[in-house]
């Protein structure tokens, strides 16, 4: 919110901020990483994750570390969608081969991020991970949603250049409604390697 401060004339920033109930810090957190257009489950990004030699040493971390854990390879898919995309060039007429396999490959990786962040509050949701446990977990692990708008924004100069077809990030396909199948599979094209 911006004032204007009456003896300068000139502006003076202030901060608004809405403070959330401990009580509810939990709920609030799982929500921001729920995608309500997946159903993705803990056990689905456990498996994308975790090789199955690793299993026993993974079951012997505490709920709040798998949690972050799993936050922090969602991070890591950010970075490097992020750091594809930014390295699109857009001052061609047309994409060229290259462009579009740098196109998919960050696309691959946003999956992957939001994904294993819809995971998180499958678990929350689950009750695998409780408020106190997911707050440590977010605070242990790794979330910047500046690298998120950032990769957002990346995506958006990218997409609009070449007329690449995507689903904004929390919204619906950006397509034709007739053209996508109602047994189509969200988790179909989840890579984690």
Sequence with gaps: ???TDPESGGGESESVGVSIP???VGAFVAEVFEDVERD???EQIVSALVADEARDEWNELSASEQVAAVLSAAADYDERAADRLAGIPTDRGKPTPEIRDEYDEAMRCRRNADQFRDGVAAAYAQGIVGDDELVAAVEEGEFDAAVVAEREDE???VANAFDFEYRPYGGTLMH???DESDDENPLEDFEAW
């Design 1 to 3: 919110m911006s004032k």
């Design 22 to 24: 401990d009580d509810h």
């Design 40 to 42: 993705t489950t803990w």
């Design 176 to 178: 034709d409604e007739e």
């Design 155 to 157: 995506l958006d100069r």
